[in-house]
């Protein structure tokens, strides 16, 4: 990453943990913005930017052991909770998720869900390599940044219309991230766990509970 042309160490160090932190690497942002408080100990601006990303960077983490375990549970997820159709396109392809798997961080700015892609015709587009089998469904687990608005997939699992898995990626943290274009299936469930941060709301007539802090 080339740092910024800025006058003292501490702009430098400032600026490119901002830019860290805007590209979600918040690991990293917490190094810089160090560097930036051992020069200027007592600044408030690089203070209140440390505490900010390091809730972030623990929360970052504590979704990676999250992604990894819930992994291993995608099986029964599958079988045994509840989905909510949140939203159906033009194709007729509908998009799912279950209430129960939405955990969130203690502010609620970040949500973490499964969600279920179910296709009406083939989808082989949806992979980033082509199968040999037709995918009908994608399973995805979704960390989306309720503030600003994107969302990232963690561990993706694609199968046939016999539900036969054919392919299965767990991305952690480097997984790809989208910004929804409004109106968009992404869009909507992007809304929808969002809103459901801190309440409980009625969907189907199944009472959805309170999402609990972590």
């Known amino acids: 990453m080339k740092l910024p042309a800025t006058d003292t160490p501490y702009d430098r160090y400032m600026s490119t ?17 160090e560097r930036a408080l051992d020069e200027r100990p007592k600044d408030s601006f690089a203070s209140n930017a440390l505490r900010d990303v390091s809730r972030k960077a623990k929360t970052t983490a504590e979704t990676d052991v999250n992604t990894q375990k819930m992994a291993q549970e995608t099986s029964a997820a599958l079988t045994s909770e509840h989905w909510v159709e949140v939203a159906k396109n033009a194709a007729g392809d509908r998009t799912l998720v279950a209430p129960s798997s939405l955990v969130s961080n203690e502010e609620g700015a970040t949500v973490a869900y499964w969600e279920y892609r179910a296709f009406r015709g083939e989808n082989r587009a949806f992979s980033p390599v082509p199968k040999s089998q037709p995918i009908r469904s994608a399973l995805l687990y979704r960390v989306t940044d309720c503030s600003a608005k994107n969302t990232q997939t963690r561990v993706m699992k694609l199968y046939t219309d016999k539900r036969e898995e054919i392919h299965q990626e767990n991305f952690g943290s480097a997984g790809p991230v989208e910004i929804p274009e409004l109106g968009s299936s992404s869009a909507k469930v992007v809304e929808y766990a969002c809103r459901r941060v801190g309440g409980a709301v009625e969907t189907d007539n199944e ?4 999402i609990k802090s972590r």
């Open 207 to 210: 009472l959805i509970q309170p």
């Open 17 to 33: 943990g901002y830019q860290f932190s805007r590209e979600g690497q918040y690991a990293g942002a917490v190094i810089y913005f």
